[in-house]
């Protein structure tokens, strides 16, 4: 068992010495009993169950950017090779744990479905290349539509890009995924300065310079999960629960004192 907020146990020492103090008075060992029952339920008091070694481990579908902007060399080597360096760094970290992988640029298709082989997943990242993309563009939301075709209940999703999609709006395939209790991670790599692209085959100082910058705070935004309108912070809350809490325990003995004088 464990507490979200401990601290209001320490209630339970003055309420035990004033029981003790008192314990031949029923009424004052019920007042004591009922307020320290208070206490441990403003505690928070919660059951942990140990996970089992046999317990599945929910998969992590990964959603990834291969559009020709990720050829970006404003990070080394370049904003491709990063994305798939980080997979591989996940892929050694979380070992045995089921990942798949979802590839979009103009159009998205079905790298791997979730598989806890990580050599071959990294043979088949290693091929990626926007150069074979028979579809130009970056279509975010073409990923995530295919997504939700084989999405399972208890899956992870995990957006890796530059931020240069365009296309269809990802924002109600996100906001569907959240409200089915999925949750999202977002990985941005280039940085926030344009820079120019290379070129798309032979070098030819005739072609028309192709730029790109990376928003970085675009792809944050993916895993941000937007409070809902009119919705009180957490932290008032907690406030209004805590000044609550403080008001019954004073009332509790207020209540016990003018008890005893009337008797």
């Known amino acids: 068992m464990s507490f979200a907020t401990p601290a209001w146990l320490l209630l339970a020492l003055p309420l ?4 003790a103090w008192r314990w ?6 019920c007042d004591a009993l009922g307020l320290l029952c208070l206490a441990v339920a403003l505690s928070g008091p919660r059951l942990e169950r140990a996970a089992s070694r046999g317990t599945r481990v929910a998969a992590c579908r990964i959603v990834l950017d291969v559009s020709r902007s990720m050829l970006a060399q404003d990070v080394a080597p370049s904003r491709l090779a990063q994305a798939i360096a980080a997979i591989a760094a996940r892929l050694e970290r979380e070992e045995g744990r089921p990942f798949g992988v979802i ?4 159009e998205a298709w079905t790298v791997a479905p979730p598989t806890a082989d990580h050599a071959a997943l990294r043979e088949l990242l290693a091929d990626l290349a ?4 028979m579809v130009a563009g970056s279509d ?3 990923g995530l539509a295919l997504l939700q075709q ?3 209940p208890d899956e992870e999703l995990w957006l890796l890009g ?5 296309g269809g709006d990802p924002a109600p395939l996100l906001a569907q995924a959240r409200a089915a209790g999925h949750r999202i991670e977002a990985t941005s790599f280039g940085g926030a300065v344009a820079v120019a692209l290379p070129p798309d085959g032979e070098p030819d100082p005739a072609a028309t310079v192709e730029w790109t910058q990376a928003q970085p705070q675009r792809v944050a935004a993916l895993a941000a999960e937007p409070p809902p309108r009119g919705a009180t912070p957490a932290t008032d809350k907690e406030r209004w629960v805590t000044l609550c809490a403080l008001l019954a325990f004073l009332l509790a003995l207020l209540s016990h004192r003018l008890g005893g004088r009337t008797t």
């Open 16 to 19: 035990l010495a004033w029981a």
């Open 162 to 166: 530059d931020g240069e999609w365009e």
């Open 130 to 133: 926007p150069e074979r993309v």
């Open 140 to 142: 975010l939301a073409a």
């Open 24 to 29: 031949r008075e029923a009424r004052v060992a």
């Open 150 to 152: 084989s999405l399972q």
């Open 103 to 106: 590839a979009f640029a103009g």
